[in-house]
């Protein structure tokens, strides 16, 4: 068996960390976004 599996730091599922990854860079480059569109809109 491989030693690594001995010792399991995280027991959660892989595909929810990667999913919450997603969410919070899409979320992140969002916001970045978002707050161009304010500063182009009030620069009008």
Do not use: C, P, R, W
Not at 11 to 19: A, E, L
Not at 22 to 39: R, T
């Amino acid at each position: 068996m491989n030693e690594f599996k001995n010792d399991i730091q995280s027991k959660t599922n892989d595909v929810i960390d990667s999913g919450l990854g997603f969410v919070f860079s899409f979320v992140f480059f969002f916001v970045i976004f978002l707050i161009g569109v304010v500063f182009a809109f009030i620069g009008q």
